[in-house]
């Protein structure tokens, strides 16, 4: 974490940052989890749909909706959540997976504070923190977000944070990550791993160490946000056009396309992905992150059955490919949709008499 952060934190030594490793981001959750005692734990919608499973365990998992269409997660609207609620942990993905948001700067800041203040423990997942795209701050020409940047205290504040090889380092197949968090708990994490899948092996993680050389790390950060951000506009650009409502990502590899503007039945989810299927296209219904532990929340009514999750992690090609086909399902929708508008408003016109009425005549 020492290459994300600003020089007030530079004298931060690795010995007051402890560090664990596990096999995957999955691992790292399940024992945090292991972790956590009986408290209620609130988590946002919409999620990372593997947090459902780690949720599963709490009895008390509480669910905080965003705003659909600018998925902001402010600080204010958590406070209210946390003492309203007297949640005491918040599991979040920070850059968001599914939709991309980001909380950055004084607002991550502010987060930290809030938790200091209420004694909340903030369990972030920050695998997604290379895949930023919004402007460097000065004297940089990269732009890299970790909640690590605004700890006081590894050891007092109430902050816990995810990392691994599989997305920043793009190795997907190295299954490599680390908490890192107050020493007391990280002794927890450990045990909980010795007991629960022991650990990532040793020769992997250190073969991992050369990967983290702080000057790679911003070099390949740069050539990675810089090809990525030219892929996240073709695809907002693409799906914008063929109807979709979209607030333009800050961050991972995902769009969050809003279809309600769409023809019937490519409005709804579920039905857009399995046309996209016919199309050789595959993407991840909304649905789908409205992560519901347990199955305790009926989703009939969900907002995000008018969402899908769409990738532009694949090549350049791949993802033009996929957009001429998305193209033409939606335009074969839309050809239908005014077909069957012509013929509803032809029913409607009043039938033209081919007679004449008869007049009456008077003798």
């Keep these: 974490f020492r290459w994300r952060v600003r020089p007030r934190l ?9 560090i664990i490793s596990t096999q995957t981001p999955r691992a790292g959750l399940t024992r945090i989890a292991a972790a956590i005692g009986d408290v209620n734990v609130g988590f946002f919608l919409p999620e990372y749909t593997a947090y459902e499973e780690m949720l599963y365990v709490f009895k008390r998992a509480i669910p905080i909706p965003t705003n ?23 599991v979040s993905s920070n850059p968001c997976n599914p939709t991309g948001g980001l909380v950055r700067g004084e607002e991550l800041s502010s987060w930290l504070q809030m938790a200091r203040e209420t004694q909340t423990t903030l369990v972030l ?47 997907p197949g190295w299954r490599v990550c680390w908490v890192v968090g107050p020493s007391v708990l990280i002794g927890t994490l450990r045990s909980a791993g010795s007991f629960l899948e022991g650990g990532a092996n040793h020769p992997l993680q250190t073969a991992a160490i050369p990967l983290l050389d702080p000057m790679s790390v911003r070099r390949d950060a740069k050539i990675l946000q810089d090809h990525f951000r030219m892929k996240r506009d073709l695809v907002v650009d693409r799906l914008r056009a063929l109807g979709a409502r979209i607030e333009t990502p800050e961050s991972t590899f995902y769009v969050w396309a809003n279809l309600e503007d769409l023809p019937h039945p490519l409005d709804n989810g579920l039905s857009f992905f399995e046309e996209a299927l016919k199309y050789k296209v595959v993407l991840v219904p909304g ?67 081919n007679t004449t009425a008869p007049t009456s005549v008077k003798h």
């Excluded at 530079?10 to 402890?18: A, C, G, H, K, V």
């Excluded at 020409?141 to 599989?166: F, H, N, Q, R």
């Design 10 to 18: 530079l004298s931060f030594s690795m010995s007051s940052i402890r």
């Design 68 to 90: 659909r269409e600018r998925v902001t997660r402010s600080v204010e609207r958590l406070k209210d959540e946390i003492t309203e609620r007297g949640i005491r942990v918040v």
């Design 125 to 171: 997942d920050e695998f997604y923190s290379h895949y930023i795209y919004t402007d460097p701050p000065a004297g940089s020409d990269v732009s890299m977000v970790s909640s690590a940047e605004y700890v006081d205290d590894v050891e007092k504040d109430p902050v816990v944070i995810l990392d691994g090889l599989t997305k920043n380092w793009r190795c």
């Design 287 to 353: 649905i789908f992150f409205d992560v519901n532990p347990g199955k305790r929340r009926e989703l009939f009514h969900s907002p995000y059955h008018h969402y899908v999750r769409i990738s532009f992690g694949p090549t350049l090609e791949q993802l033009k490919r996929g957009l001429d086909a998305l193209e033409r399902m939606v335009a074969a929708f839309k050809e239908k949709a005014a077909i069957q508008q012509q013929q509803q408003q032809q029913q409607q016109q009043p039938q033209t008499a």
